[in-house]
């Protein structure tokens, strides 16, 4: 079982990992997390109705660590969705106010369970047995254990609650940077304005510049891929103040080179490789 487990949030860490949390697809993105690991809890459920722990070390092991865990990401993916689904539509004083108060809900949370936030953070294993193995503890008084952890044969009550501080913990963080971005994205307006002004250009071969475009289309990094490469190409052209011309008579001649179809992209690489091994030196 343990194995198992760890191989499901091995899974689920790598997909958050590349899990974009600041796009404009944060709230479809957050529905499919939280599907994915209802799915993922539900099927453990159904596992651990029929399964008999080894020992109670192993029963404390997957309610004190490995459920909330899983439990907790979806506790958190859940509260993203809710936030950014009742985002404001206002000014940066509107939005700072709402993120600010999601954040002092956190601080009531963590308040209110402190005994048992100091008691699981500290890593003492003093009430583990009352805490973590099922039928210790009444699970009637925890009424906060949301419709995820209703079932007394899939929860002891207080996993849910190491849940729900791993939840807020990472709760916290993506709150913080949220207020960090209404800064950036002011810094990022502005400097947009001051380069639209005084352009910067693009000195380097045309075919060089639509090498770089036609792979960054190619790999998906603008606007998810979501973009024709006519549009892109016009961006760039634009915004590098130059003329890309025939940009697809070019893409078939790279295609046809028969030395190195990506000649400047692999100088790209040399340079960059170099300037590394150079401050690497210093």
């Not at 307006?189 to 000195?203: D, G, H, M, Q």
């Not at 990094?221 to 634009?238: R, V």
């Amino acid at each position: 079982m343990r194995e198992y487990i760890d191989n499901i949030l091995q899974e689920i860490e790598s997909e958050i990992d590349n899990f974009d949390f600041y796009d404009c697809d944060i709230i479809e993105n957050s529905l499919a997390m939280i599907t994915r690991l209802e799915n993922i809890l539900t099927e453990l459920r159904v596992q651990i109705a029929d399964y008999t722990f080894a020992s109670k070390e192993e029963e404390i092991l997957f309610f004190k660590t490995q459920k909330p865990e899983l439990l907790g990401r979806l506790l958190f993916f859940d509260k993203v969705y809710q936030i950014e689904s009742k985002f404001p539509n206002g000014s940066d004083d509107v939005v700072t106010a709402y993120l600010n108060e999601k954040l002092d809900n956190l601080t009531y949370f963590f308040n209110r369970n402190l005994d048992f936030y100091q008691y699981y953070r500290s890593k003492s294993t003093l009430y583990d047995e009352h805490y973590f193995i099922r039928g210790r503890a009444d699970v009637r008084l925890h009424s906060d254990s949301s419709r995820y952890d209703r079932d007394p044969n899939f929860s002891t009550g207080f996993d849910y609650k190491v849940a729900k501080i791993l939840a807020n913990e990472m709760l916290r963080i993506f709150l913080n940077k949220r207020l960090q971005n209404i800064g950036k994205e002011k810094y990022l307006e502005a400097s947009r304005v001051k380069y639209l002004k005084r352009p910067i250009n693009f000195t380097g071969k045309k075919v060089a510049l639509i090498e770089i475009g036609y792979s960054l289309a190619a790999a998906g990094d603008i606007n998810h891929g979501n973009i024709e490469i006519k549009e892109l190409m016009d961006y760039l052209g634009a915004v590098f103040n130059v003329d890309l011309g025939d940009y697809y008579a070019a893409y078939i001649a790279m295609k046809g080179r028969k030395k190195d179809r990506t000649a400047h992209l692999k100088r790209l690489i040399e340079a960059l490789t170099k300037k590394m091994d150079e401050d690497d030196s210093i």
